[in-house]
């Protein structure tokens, strides 16, 4: 994974060995959240107490494979490509991507050393592919992305839950987390077992019964102008190169929440994700770990839950 940022990372010890893969902080009392007062110190420090679980989901992978954001003076940058003078131990990928016709450097957060010198590049989210490295055209999940771009939030959760009574009936294995920001993605496991074509497919089909659910709150319209306030379900997160935002990931908003694995018995009316910040929610994750972790485990089988929608379809007519 390549991530962009400024600012340069000071590195002790000799030339090789551990020495040499020892970050130092660079600014470590700059505000990355002006009205919290949160300073760069204090985000490499969340990153530090999640790595266990973020750092599992990065593992040999595209989901090893990230993109990157910086917040400077309130702005997202988002930049790939990881800066040309990255040190050799941080392990950067090469794939080119088809949509802008070139190459791009990726950064590969799969240790603790790496990411530290991310985040001092001034990241704040971290961005992951789907795919692991080694199989960058089977994605190990589906990911439906509730956008509600001013819908209320408790619309998101009506559609979650009933996205997930839908793959419950399907007897589809689904997980979600928060986006960190106003939205909730659901997250299909797959093993590596599917092609992202077969995956984005699935993925429209799963949004389209959520929109027959739920159609007075949702809708698969993606331009802003055509939702009418409804909740997006966003199937388009599905392709080669596209990336979500990781779990435990902190956003550049204010309160500075984070991406935060829940439960599906949390997922009610009462839930707030602005609850889930950089400050409360490490002795979350501590106690419940990570509810997350099995979409990388298990794999859904496409075919037999085809093979039950086409069984029911001649009682729905």
Aim: glycine residues 8%; contains cysteine.
């Amino acid at each position: 994974m390549r991530i962009g940022g400024a600012s340069g990372v000071a590195m002790s010890g000799g030339a090789s060995g551990a020495d040499e893969r020892r970050v130092t902080i660079t600014n470590p009392a700059k505000v990355f959240w002006p009205e919290e007062g949160y300073t760069k110190a204090e985000l490499v420090g969340y990153y530090e107490v999640v790595a266990p679980w973020l750092l599992a989901l990065f593992e040999g992978s595209a989901a090893g494979v990230d993109a990157v954001s910086r917040w400077d003076q309130r702005e997202v940058v988002f930049q790939k490509d990881a800066p040309e003078w990255t040190p050799d131990w941080v392990r950067t990928e090469r794939i080119h991507a088809d949509d802008v016709d070139r190459d791009i450097d990726y950064f590969v957060v799969d240790d603790l050393d790496s990411l530290r010198y991310v985040v001092n590049l001034g990241t704040i989210p971290l961005h992951l592919w789907s795919s692991r490295l080694s199989s960058l055209d089977h994605p190990d999940w589906l990911v439906l992305d509730l956008d509600p771009k001013g819908a209320p939030f408790t619309d998101v959760v009506k559609v979650a839950r009933a996205l997930h009574a839908i793959l419950d009936d399907l007897a589809l294995p689904s997980y979600v987390k928060t986006s960190g920001a106003t939205g909730l993605h659901i997250v299909l496991p797959l093993g590596a077992g599917y092609d992202y074509e077969v995956t984005r497919t699935f993925a429209r089909l799963l949004a389209v019964m959520g929109v027959e659910a739920e159609p007075e709150i949702s809708t698969i319209a993606r331009p802003l102008r055509s939702r009418g306030g409804k909740v997006y379900i966003d199937f388009g997160q599905n392709g080669r190169g596209q990336t979500v935002v990781a779990p435990f990931s902190a956003r550049p908003l204010p309160g500075a929440p984070v991406s935060c694995p829940l439960r599906w018995e949390e997922v009610t009316a009462r839930l707030d994700p602005a609850r889930f910040t950089i400050k409360t929610a490490p002795a979350r994750f501590d106690k419940l770990g990570d509810p997350l972790a099995p979409v990388l485990k298990g794999r859904i089988d496409v075919a037999a839950a085809l093979r039950k929608l086409e069984h029911r379809a001649p009682a729905s007519r």
